[in-house]
């Protein structure tokens, strides 16, 4: 079993900071890549960003140079910084991680930002 535990949603201003925190714990073998997807209310899911074992990042066109993703493969913990955040960006914020014995999802953390 894998267990994924999200921390650091919350509500936050137009302009602010949030920073999201994703901890891997279980039978985990070959973690290949790890990020954040997020689903507004009645939007599909989407990929936020993402980032291999090796740093390899991958960005959304709408949160390029505003977010930023990192990792700590020690701790196989996954962070999402998210910087200069817009209502737009309001949404259920999953973590997912791949692994060679299939891909897994968080629980889901809410993140609001009021104008």
């Known amino acids: 079993q894998v267990q994924l535990e999200e921390s650091g949603g919350g509500l936050v201003q137009a302009g602010g900071s949030l920073r999201l925190s994703c901890a891997a714990s279980g039978r985990i073998f070959g973690v290949n890549v790890m990020g954040w997807y997020r689903q507004a209310p009645g939007e599909q899911r989407e990929l936020v960003a993402s980032i291999t074992t090796k740093g390899s990042t991958k960005y959304s066109d709408s949160v390029k140079g505003r977010f930023t993703v990192s990792r700590d493969n020690a701790k196989n913990t996954v962070y999402l910084q998210m910087n200069s955040l817009k209502p737009e960006d309001t949404a259920v914020y999953f973590c997912?991680?791949?692994?060679?014995?299939?891909?897994?999802w968080g629980q889901g953390t809410q993140v609001t930002v009021s104008s």
């Open positions: 997912n991680v791949i692994l060679y014995s299939g891909s897994y």
